[in-house]
């Protein structure tokens, strides 16, 4: 055969493997990554016999009988196309949780690596580490992490990722999380043809009660077909009409955010 491998060659070099190890280097591995260069292996066994006696005749060595075939092809570049969040990040005050999300391609095995994250840069009440920590759910295309009981403020997100074939990617990501822990406030009230109508400062449903605030809002009528700044019901200028509204979050008001009384029109 045209290429000689190197190695273990003296019968106590077996290492922590069971078995010797053979080295060498690989010519001619194409560029492209649609196409493998091939390469054919056979080993000899008891190299320490040749050592100790460099006459064949009074030696014997066991050589493969077959080539065993090993492929090869040049891996491309490992980039991240995926890396979330950024920008303004809204949540409630129940759960201050973000997801991290990371998308990898390319490399030498289509985007498939294990990725690590650390907060670059954090509020001042937050208290963190800069070391690097391993994705919860990672080694393949698709990287996500949890980060639990955030502050609210400035987060920059630094990641590094790394293929088997030794590929290492570097990438950050920058968001500010805001905590909404205001209840939607009624902005505007008037009539519309027969309707009582409502604004609201931010998306929401509201609900109403003729018979004072101490209700559970789903309880109550219903103003408003999913969330939305505007909400309606039919007025009936005989009741009270106690409004109570509750954002995405669930936030609102202890008791009423606003009664309507009769006259009003």
């Known amino acids: 055969m045209g290429n000689n491998f190197t190695g273990d060659n003296v019968i106590t070099d ?71 969040p950024s920008g303004n990040i809204d949540v409630g005050p129940q759960d201050t949780s973000v997801e991290l999300y990371v998308q990898t391609s390319g490399g030498g095995y289509n985007g498939k690596s294990v990725c690590k994250w650390k907060i670059l840069e954090a509020p001042e009440a937050e208290t963190y580490s800069t070391l690097y920590y391993l994705f919860s759910e990672t080694n393949s295309s698709v990287h996500t992490q949890i980060l639990a009981n955030r502050s609210e403020g400035n987060y920059i997100v630094g990641i590094e990722c790394e293929d088997e074939a030794g590929n290492v990617v570097n990438a950050t990501t920058e968001f500010d999380l805001e905590i909404d822990d205001e209840v939607p406030e009624i902005t505007r009230i008037f009539k519309s043809g027969n309707d009582l109508k409502l604004l609201t400062s931010e998306l929401a449903k509201c609900y109403f009660y003729n018979w004072g605030c101490n209700f559970i809002p789903e309880n109550g009528t219903s103003m408003t077909t999913g969330f939305s700044n505007e909400h309606r019901t039919v007025w009936n200028s005989g009741f009270k009409v106690h409004v109570k509204c509750l954002d995405i979050w669930n936030n609102q008001e202890g008791g009423c955010v606003e009664i309507i009384r009769p006259g009003i029109f």
């Open 14 to 84: 077996m290492g922590s493997l069971d078995g010797y190890w053979c080295s060498g280097i690989l010519p001619n591995v194409t560029n492209n990554s649609n196409e493998f260069t091939k390469y054919y292996i056979r080993c000899k066994d008891q190299p320490w016999l040749e050592t100790n006696n460099p006459d064949p005749t009074y030696y014997s060595r066991n050589a493969n009988p077959q080539s065993i075939e090993y492929s090869l092809t040049a891996s491309t570049k490992l980039e991240v196309s995926s890396f979330t």
